[in-house]
């Protein structure tokens, strides 16, 4: 896949872009499937998930990668780096990958927020359109009900904004927007809901404010979420500030990704490479 020059103006301006279908029925369900089962107790990896604040159903699951065959071929695909070149340019690596998971029912919100802030911990420096990406894969569909992220377009051209340190909101440290800042963003601009159907991806800047609300559904909203960053934007040992340090987390792996060829998860089982599996 290559992004045409619209693709590229609209990101660039609005800080995020939407591509419908990227991956296949079947793909999915591999991604799917290794997924769930990552973000299931028998995980058992205690850097790895984290659960919601109200209930034991896990919110977040780090470095989905080293524990599925599958998601470590597909952050590799040419369909997807090649946007990411194409956006940042340069040689890049894999600084993240997680799953944002909220089940029926119980899925909780995230507060206003860019993720640029948080990375800033990690001794990231720059954070630009040109610097870091993310690349949102739908796992499931994504809809409103179900607590769909909402995101503020050209809130990127702001930086990281205002922002607090919130222990309290979420069940972990992260930096939020203080009420009278998202007041303000949203005077300027109306936030759009990120809505599609399992393999659809959505491409943001870290500098871009988003969140999302609590799922009211009885169905389960999945984003499979890979970070990409520019090689020569490394972390600077120095100025990591964050007390626990994780492969989980601060991905180790910094060289440039080789690609797979585009068929690469379809060569890959559901479970393989699951570690946590007797």
Not at 53 to 73: C, K, M, P, Q
Not at 114 to 120: E, V
Not at 141 to 159: K, Q
Not at 239 to 261: G, Q, W
Request: glycine share 8%; with cysteine.
């Amino acid at each position: 896949m290559r992004l045409t020059q619209a693709q590229i103006d609209t990101y660039y301006a609005e800080g995020y872009l939407k591509v419908p279908a990227v991956f296949t029925p079947e793909e999915m369900e591999i991604l799917r499937a290794d997924c769930y089962a990552i973000l299931s107790p028998d995980r058992d990896h205690p850097d790895g998930n984290i659960s919601e604040l109200n209930s034991d159903s896990t919110r977040v699951s780090f470095g989905i990668d080293l524990d599925s065959e599958a998601v470590a071929a597909a952050v590799r695909l040419p369909r997807i780096v090649g946007p990411v070149k194409q956006l940042l340019g340069g040689h890049v690596y894999l600084f993240q990958t997680r799953v944002n998971a909220k089940m029926g029912r119980v899925g909780e919100g995230y507060p206003w927020h860019t993720d640029f802030a948080n990375w800033i911990n990690d001794g990231i420096r720059r954070g630009s359109v040109n610097d870091m990406i993310t690349i949102c894969v739908l796992l499931t569909e994504s809809t409103p009900e179900n607590g769909a992220m909402r995101v503020l377009p050209e809130s990127h051209r702001h930086g990281v904004g205002e922002l607090f340190f919130d222990t309290e909101s979420v069940g972990y440290q992260s930096f939020n927007a203080p009420e009278a800042y998202v007041r303000k963003m949203l005077a300027e601009t109306s936030p759009e809901f990120i809505e599609g159907k399992p393999g659809d991806v959505v491409l943001f800047a870290p500098e871009i404010m988003h969140g999302s609300g609590e799922n009211h559904s009885d169905r389960d909203r999945l984003y499979l979420m890979f970070i990409y960053n520019r090689s020569d934007n490394l972390p600077v040992e120095s100025e990591i500030k964050r007390e626990h340090m994780t492969p989980y987390v601060n991905y180790p792996y910094r060289e440039d990704l080789a690609e797979l060829s585009d068929d690469a998860i379809t060569a890959c089982s559901p479970g393989r490479n699951m570690s946590f599996r007797p």
